[in-house]
Nanobody
Framework: QVQLVESGGGLVQAGDSLRLSCAASGLAFSTYSMTWFRQAPGKGREFVAGISWTYSTYYVDSTKGRFTISRDNAKNRVSLQMNSLKPEDTAVYYC?????????????????WGPGTQVTVSS
């Protein structure tokens, strides 16, 4: 059974930092590209950051320079370091996996989803 489980969310103040982690099991982790999406209340799910099996990284413009995505294949884990958080970063953050070396940037490209973790940034 494939499982993606996010952790590390919480309530923080603007300017603070959080580190999200996603633990993967039931799949050959090193053969999957990994992506973080987020969904704010009343909004659609949007791409935040992705990392391919070759360790190429991609970011949405609003987070580039503040967020850093990384992966540890030995631990079947992908992380998202979030610095200088803003209230507009408030959302449920989802870990997603796509088979192959290409990073998923659209919902329909995702093979597996985690249940999400809440990030709330107060002003």
């Amino acid at each position: 059974q494939v499982q993606l489980v996010e952790s590390g969310g919480g309530l923080v103040q603007a300017g603070d930092s959080l580190r999200l982690s996603c633990a993967a099991s039931g799949l050959a982790f090193s053969t999957y590209s990994m992506t973080w999406f987020r969904q704010a209340p009343g909004k659609g799910r949007e791409f935040v950051a992705g990392i391919s099996w070759t360790y190429s990284t991609y970011y949405v413009d609003s987070t580039k320079g503040r967020f850093t995505i990384s992966r540890d294949n030995a631990k079947n884990r992908v992380s998202l370091q979030m610095n200088s958080l803003k209230p507009e970063d408030t959302a449920v953050y989802y870990c997603a996996a796509r088979y192959g070396g290409s990073v998923a940037r659209e919902n329909y490209e995702v093979g597996y989803w985690g249940p999400g973790t809440q990030v709330t940034v107060s002003s």
